[in-house]
């Protein structure tokens, strides 16, 4: 949409002046109005006020977007790419805000990640893409049907808040002797505010914001663990995004918070894996303070477990705060590890879901990275309501695709970061590919076919002889975080990649190519593939001629799980399998990085070897999932080990297998939106029983099962109107809807 289709003859607004956090108001006489809707955007982010009253529990909005061009000619490694650009505005029923009579409409604006002045990586400009500003409409319906329109003009008048500073990483200061009090309600006195400036509106297609907007999920009491004399630590028992309320002791006071994800042996916070230092801080500072009145910030979030709070000041409370998605799956069994993966998974996804995308980590860089985007897009989408932060997000990485090369940035909306070309630009087919298979709409086939087409030719571009072997400059990044190959836990060594970039990136490649056909076929568009299937015999046989041994039937000697990368990608042999197979049971844990980590059990579970990938996902030797759970962690980790960030979802994308395999809740391999629906659980040695639910796009499936002796009691419940291929073992039926309650004996188990 344009600026007109949204906004109509209302003009951008702003202070003209360097505020941090601008408070603007007009106030409006109306009289016997049957509705008034409202259409606003303010850049970086907003709250609504009419009469005093905050519209909506909305946070942190407008959802974070490529919001329009700005020179990134002096900052970073890669060349300034030919993007595509877009702003989101929200759209609210604000008809039981309005009274008969004077109306007062007031906005405060926070910085966002549109006018972001500070960075973890220390660059104070380059993020920017400029001033706040402040544009809206109300359309007005009046009782006897005539209607009338409020806009944001040249007749608001603005004034600084008392928040002298916020930003997304670094969090933000008040001074409460800068309070307007009473400024959003009718009647207040702005004679002493100024006059606004009109500025230009971003120049962008202009979108209505249908994904969730962040909003305070749950609230949690924190327990004081430590007194050190001025400040006093509190733990909140697991790691979390929002933020703290406190509550001043004292007027006139100046109350501190800060957040960290550890603590040192004193109790002290330790803020290094939370990508700070004493310069760099997830804190606030609230000065002149009211003795028994709570703050708390307005326009950031923070990742923490513990806080550090002054002692003229106590914890009221902690907001959690994230993607307003509820949780549309469950599960629990008789395996420790696995109730822990996946509540720690959703956990830790879950903090990392904030203004409309998906996030590496929710304090350090808290970037859309499409590296740990694409490899978890499926476990969000099956395990939580998530299909409009998806739809928004697939229009981020189309946006930050070179309009001319094809070229798929690494973080989108994109803020730098490094990755490589199809690991990380491979979200352009994945992500959709996964969001048709989830939802089954062909819809998004057609839309972003042409941008998968676009990234191949550029893939292609920059292979030699058939191997993907280059992106833009230094970056060509393969699997990450793998481990090394003994792992000593008190040798904490950085973690260092041993399978070849190039190696990965093809066999990726390769795959997506796959996705990218099978796509096309589906929307009856084979003839735009037709010459891809040159390109994957090309690709496979320079990669067996690369990497392969026919001596030992493995891909760069297996190291850190290349064979199952291969197997993935319709490369190797039976031989190839068997010796995977054979490594992994001597292993006893993984050897992965992100990548592999995910496909690794896939493959074990399609091929017959569910008990192995059973054993992996539950052990507890490092590296594993269970060491992680030993060492006390309630989010996952970046790393196999605790060296840098503790909040990371990449290596929990695999919990989706909790339901896929080993509960069975699955759909045909030419299904979508679960058409066609199986039930196939794998039943393993070490779960005796186990129970869960997925909400699919054809409704509520659950499983659940227990061993009695040499039997299996099943419990199987299916949306009405729904069937589906049950089987297990030689057992197989066909169920219908509603609940189906049955027993497997032992022979059917046999093989």
Excluded at 108 to 117: A, E, M, R
Excluded at 167 to 178: A, K, M, P, T, V
Excluded at 469 to 487: H, M, T
């Amino acid at each position: 949409m344009t600026h007109f289709d949204l906004f109509g003859n209302a003009k951008w607004i702003c202070t003209g002046k360097n505020i941090a956090s601008p408070l603007f108001r007009k106030e409006v006489t109306l009289e016997n109005v049957k509705r008034a809707e409202i259409t606003i955007c303010g850049l970086g982010f907003f709250e609504l006020y009419i009469n005093g009253k905050k519209v909506s529990d909305d946070l942190l909005v407008p959802a974070f977007s490529q919001y329009c061009y700005r020179d990134l000619s002096a900052h970073y490694t890669v060349r300034q790419d030919k993007m595509s650009y877009r702003t989101y505005a929200l759209r609210y029923d604000i008809t039981d805000y309005i009274a008969n009579g004077n109306n007062a409409i007031a906005v405060q604006l926070g910085n966002g990640w549109y006018n972001l002045s500070d960075t973890q990586d220390g660059d104070p400009t380059w993020t920017s893409y400029g001033e706040l500003k402040l544009c809206f409409k109300i359309d007005v319906e009046y009782s006897d049907g005539s209607r009338a329109e409020v806009l944001s003009d040249e007749s608001l008048k603005c004034a600084e808040s008392e928040i002298t500073y916020n930003n997304i990483y670094g969090g933000e200061r008040h001074d409460y002797s800068l309070e307007k009090k009473g400024f959003a309600a009718a009647g207040y006195d702005d004679s002493a505010w100024s006059a606004v400036s009109l500025t230009q509106a971003p120049d962008c297609e202009f979108y209505l914001q249908e994904c969730f907007a962040d909003k305070v999920m749950r609230q949690i009491t924190p327990k004081k663990v430590k007194d050190l004399g001025e400040t006093s630590i509190y733990d909140c028992g697991e790691g979390i995004t929002g933020y703290a309320i406190v509550k001043s002791k004292e007027n006139g006071a100046t109350v501190t918070a800060r957040y960290a994800d550890a603590l040192n042996d004193d109790f002290t916070l330790n803020f290094y894996p939370s990508g700070g230092d004493e310069d760099k801080l997830q804190q606030e500072i609230f000065k002149n303070t009211e003795s028994g009145r709570a703050y708390y910030p307005h326009f950031c979030w923070h990742a923490f477990r513990y806080i550090e709070v002054s002692n003229n000041a106590e914890i009221e409370t902690v907001n959690v705060t994230h993607y307003g998605s509820k949780v549309t799956s469950s599960f629990e069994s008789d395996n420790e590890v696995l109730n822990w993966l996946y509540e720690t998974y959703l956990r830790t996804q879950l903090d990392n879901m904030h203004c409309g995308v998906p996030s590496d980590c929710p304090h350090i860089e808290r970037l859309g990275y499409t590296g740990d985007g694409q490899l978890c897009a499926e476990a969000v989408m099956l395990l939580t309501d998530s299909k409009e932060f998806y739809r928004k997000w697939m229009g981020d990485i189309a946006d930050c695709q070179d309009i001319e090369t094809g070229h798929v940035q690494h973080t989108t909306p994109f803020c730098g970061g490094g990755g490589g070309p199809a690991a990380w630009g491979g979200a352009i087919v994945v992500v959709p590919y996964m969001f048709w298979k989830t939802y089954g709409e062909t819809e998004v086939i057609e839309q972003y076919l042409p941008n998968m087409l676009k990234y191949i030719d550029y893939m292609v571009a920059h292979s030699e002889n058939g191997l993907v072997c280059r992106e833009e400059k230094e970056w060509c990044l393969g699997d990450w975080c793998a481990p090394i190959d003994v792992y000593k836990p008190e040798h904490h060594t950085k973690s260092r990649v041993l399978i070849p970039e190039t190696y990965v990136n093809t066999v990726l490649f390769i795959k997506q190519m796959k996705m990218t056909m099978e796509l096309a076929k589906v929307i009856g568009k084979e003839e735009l593939t037709s010459h891809l299937p040159a390109f994957i015999e090309t690709a496979s046989k320079m990669v067996d001629i690369a990497y392969f041994s026919p001596m030992t039937h493995c891909y760069c000697g297996d190291v850190q799980g290349s064979n199952c990368l291969a197997l993935d990608a319709g490369l190797g042999d039976e031989k190839t399998l068997e010796i995977t197979v054979e490594k992994y049971r001597d292993r006893e844990c993984f050897d992965t990085g992100i990548v592999a980590t995910d496909v690794l059990p896939r493959i074990l579970f399609e091929s017959g070897n569910a008990q192995l990938a059973f054993e992996l996902m539950t052990s507890r030797k490092l590296p594993s999932f269970g060491y992680m759970m030993e060492q006390g962690a309630t989010t996952l980790w970046e790393d196999w080990l605790p060296e840098r960030s503790l909040n990371h979802p990449m290596f929990g994308a695999l919990t989706r297998y909790l339901f896929v395999y080993l509960l069975g809740i699955s759909q045909k391999k030419d299904s979508a939106g679960f058409e066609k629906v199986t039930i196939k659980p794998c039943l393993v040695n070490g779960m005796d029983k186990a129970r869960g639910h997925l909400t699919t796009a054809v409704g509520k499936i659950a499983v659940a099962y227990e061993k009695e002796g040499d039997s299996v009691e099943f419990t199987v419940e299916l949306p009405e109107n729904v069937t589906a291929e049950f089987e297990c073992g030689k057992y197989k039926a066909i169920l219908t809807g509603g609940v189906n309650e049955f027993t497997i004996n032992g022979n059917y188990l046999m093989h």
